[in-house]
C-alpha cells in the first residue's frame, strides 16, 4: 500500500460493527495499523488515509462529524462516455430466477439492519433523496415549500456538525426558478443540487429539437442536473444507434449540468432490453441512469434496478468510469429506502454509496424515514443500546 502502516483486520466486535453500520455506507474500508491509528481507504483510488488516533476518534466524535469527515474524501471519476459500439449489447444472458433469489437476499438484508445501523443508513437514504414534486398544480409556493424541506428535512435529536439536506430538489423546467429563487433566500445556494426533467417528460413523444431546448431553457434558469427521458420507441424498435446519438446530443446540451437519463423501463418489458438502454446510456455520457419518470403504470423494482446495476458496473469494468444510479417512482417507505440502498451495496460495492454516484426519486418517503428515525432512537434509548459515541475507551493493548 502506498502509505507506511499496514493495516490489519478489524478485530474489535465495536469497531466491526462500526465498520459495517457506518463506514460501509461511504465507500470506505477502515483498517487499523500497527500503532493503532484508524486509516481509510478510499475505494475508488489506490490512496489510503490516515485519519487520528482511534481511540480518540470513537470516543469524541458523534455521527455528524465521522458522517463529514468519510464524506470529504469521496471522489468520484466523470462518465466520458464512449463511441457507439454494438458489439456490447449483442450477447446477454440473463439468468431471471437467479436475479429473483438476489431479490429475496437483498430484502432479507436490509430487514436484518437495526438500531443504530438502522439510523444510519436512514440519514444516508436522506441525502441521498432528489425531493421531488411534478404535478400540474405547481405553484411558486409549493416549490418554496418543498425547497425548505430539501434544505433542512430532519430535526435530528442529537448534536450534529454542518448541513444535513437533500441531494436535490427536482421540478418541472418552467418551476427551476422558483427553486434558484427560494435557495437564494435561504442563503442555501448550492447546498441541494437544482434538478429539472426535461426533453418531453414523461413520454418523450416529441420532436428532438423541442427536447433540446427544454434542456438549455432548464439550464439557463439554473438547473444544475438535468433528468432527461428516452425516446422508447428507440428502444422497443432497438435502434440502438439512433438511441444513442439522440442522448449524446442531450449530454451536450446539458453542458455542466449533470444528466440523468430515465429509461422508463415499466415500458421497455424485456429485462435484456432494459439492460441494453442502460448500456447505450453509459456509452453516450450519461452521469446517471434512473428507472422510472414515476408516472409509468410498473414504476422501479428490484429485479430491474438489479440489471440496471450490472450494466453499470460491466461498464465501469470496461471504461473506469463511474456511472450512477437513480430509482424512481413508487419508493413509499423507509424500508423500501433501506432495500434500495442495500442493493447498491451488494451489487455495485460501497463506492456508490453516496448522492454523487446514487439518488432515490421520491416525493412521500422522506416523511417515513424521519418517523422511522425518531422511532428507532426512541427504541435504542429505551433498550439503553450504547450508540456510537457512547462507546467507552476501547482496550487496544492486543495491538
Not at 429475496?104 to 438502522?118: M, P, Q, V
Not at 418523450?204 to 432527461?228: C, F, H, K
Not at 456509452?283 to 429485479?303: C, R, W, Y
Amino acid at each position: 500500500m502506498p502509505l507506511c502502516c499496514t493495516p490489519c483486520t478489524l478485530r474489535l466486535p465495536k469497531l466491526q460493527r462500526y465498520q459495517h453500520g457506518y463506514a460501509a455506507l461511504y465507500g470506505k474500508k477502515i483498517g487499523v495499523d500497527r500503532s493503532a491509528r484508524i486509516c481509510v481507504e478510499d475505494s475508488g483510488s489506490s490512496s489510503l488515509i490516515l485519519i487520528r488516533q482511534f481511540s480518540k476518534f470513537f470516543t469524541k466524535h458523534r455521527y455528524s462529524s465521522i458522517l463529514k469527515l468519510l464524506n470529504s474524501i469521496k471522489m468520484v471519476e466523470k462518465n466520458l462516455g464512449r463511441p457507439f459500439d454494438a458489439s456490447l449489447i449483442k450477447r446477454i444472458n440473463l439468468n431471471v430466477p437467479a436475479i429473483n433469489t438476489r431479490v429475496r437476499y437483498i430484502i432479507e438484508k436490509a430487514n436484518s439492519i437495526t438500531e443504530c445501523n438502522r439510523v444510519a443508513w436512514l440519514i444516508k437514504a436522506v441525502t441521498c433523496i432528489d425531493l421531488t414534486t411534478l404535478g400540474g398544480d405547481d405553484t411558486f409556493a409549493s416549490v418554496e415549500r418543498l425547497t425548505k424541506k430539501a434544505v433542512k428535512p430532519i430535526v435530528l435529536p442529537f448534536e450534529w456538525e454542518g448541513s444535513l439536506s437533500t441531494a436535490a430538489v427536482c421540478v418541472y423546467p418552467a418551476r427551476v426558478a422558483d427553486v434558484v429563487q427560494t435557495l437564494k433566500n435561504l442563503n442555501a445556494t448550492g447546498k441541494v443540487n437544482v434538478a429539472s426533467v426535461a426533453t418531453g417528460f414523461p413520454s418523450g413523444q416529441y420532436p428532438l429539437q423541442t427536447r433540446m431546448d427544454e434542456i438549455s431553457l432548464a439550464v439557463s434558469n439554473g438547473a444544475t442536473e438535468i433528468d432527461i427521458v428516452i425516446n422508447r420507441t428507440l428502444a422497443l424498435t432497438h435502434q440502438w444507434e439512433k438511441l444513442y446519438n439522440e442522448i449524446k446530443l442531450m449530454k451536450q446540451a446539458c453542458g455542466k449540468a449533470k444528466m440523468k437519463t430515465i429509461l422508463a423501463t415499466g415500458e421497455l418489458f424485456d429485462l435484456k432490453d432494459v439492460y441494453r438502454a442502460s448500456i447505450i446510456a453509459a456509452m453516450a455520457g450519461s452521469d446517471f441512469i434512473k428507472t422510472s419518470t414515476g408516472k409509468e403504470t410498473v414504476n422501479a423494482t428490484l429485479p430491474v434496478g438489479i440489471v440496471m446495476c450490472r450494466a453499470i458496473r460491466d461498464y465501469h469494468n470496461l471504461t473506469g468510469y463511474k456511472v450512477g444510479f437513480k430509482p424512481a417512482g413508487g419508493i413509499k417507505t423507509w424500508g423500501e429506502a433501506l432495500q434500495w440502498l442495500v442493493l447498491i451495496k451488494e451489487e455495485l460495492s460501497d463506492v456508490w454509496l453516496h448522492n454523487s454516484l446514487f439518488r432515490i426519486g421520491a416525493s412521500s418517503v422522506l416523511g417515513d424515514i424521519t418517523s422511522e428515525i425518531n422511532r428507532s432512537l426512541d427504541e435504542v434509548k429505551e433498550a439503553k443500546v450504547p450508540t456510537l459515541y457512547e462507546h467507552e475507551n476501547f482496550d487496544d493493548s492486543d495491538k
